[in-house]
């Protein structure tokens, strides 16, 4: 097993005033040469957008794109004709594959919306652009995985252009689960977003996250109540 710890206070930040943004990896004004990727995973955005600002319109290829709203919702308008609403506890997929034009914007006037941005490399360039949505039972992630992303068209998930998995679990105190690696190759980004976890004897607070590959499975237990994702992606 092969291990790197990625604590909150060593993420990357920007204060724009209508946004504040936390890097995992190097992004915009930010560049830390030990961490640009981890493997397939290219981006970890930790964004809060104030009441009516967003990200205007801008482009995008050959990027797979997962946004996952912690607290508030999102506007959404592309250049394929797509105008929708993101909610907490739904999950958004943009494919921007040959080339996109979007927008996300806060439509609250009193509530902040806060976002993890997530870009993955695709399997292959020239894809053609796809956008898709879904509301995640959170009852069905309690003590348990429930894969909100994969490479399956089939399973119940969204689906990326690549051999990638998401994952969240809300895990109680004192409670434990395994996750099992789906493919050979694939290394895991494991973000805690809330409580405090142990994988392999160490310890994640709140923001913390960890990498590990060469491995099989992994153990993930709660000394508090807890809230992560896991992100599987290939690593090469």
Not at 159 to 166: C, E, K, S, T
Request: aromatic share 10%; with cysteine.
């Amino acid at each position: 097993m092969n291990k790197i710890y990625h604590p909150e206070s060593e993420r990357g930040f920007a204060d724009h005033e209508w946004l504040v943004a936390r890097h995992s990896f190097s992004f915009a004004g930010w560049y830390s040469p030990e961490k640009v990727h981890f493997g397939k995973l290219r981006v970890l955005n930790d964004d809060i957008v104030q009441p009516g600002q967003g990200f205007g319109t801008h482009p995008h290829d050959n990027m797979e794109i997962v946004t996952i709203p912690l607290k508030g919702s999102l506007a959404h308008k592309d250049s394929m004709g797509h105008e929708e609403i993101i909610k907490t506890n739904e999950v958004q997929v943009m494919s921007a594959g040959t080339g996109i034009l979007h927008s996300e914007f806060n439509p609250s006037n009193t509530d902040l919306v806060n976002l993890l941005q997530i870009w993955v490399f695709p399997d292959k360039k020239g894809h053609t652009p796809r956008y898709n949505q879904k509301f995640f039972d959170p009852i069905k992630r309690k003590n348990k995985f429930q894969t909100i992303v994969s490479p399956s068209k089939d399973d119940g998930s969204l689906w990326l252009n690549q051999n990638a998995y998401f994952s969240l679990c809300d895990l109680d105190k004192n409670n434990s689960v395994s996750y099992k690696i789906h493919s050979k190759g694939n290394g895991l980004y494991i973000f805690n977003i809330e409580g405090k976890i142990n994988i392999d004897e160490q310890d994640l607070n709140r923001r913390d996250a960890l990498g590990i590959w060469e491995v099989e499975k992994v153990e993930i237990s709660a000394e508090e109540t807890s809230f992560f994702l896991i992100i599987e992606v290939p690593m090469n």
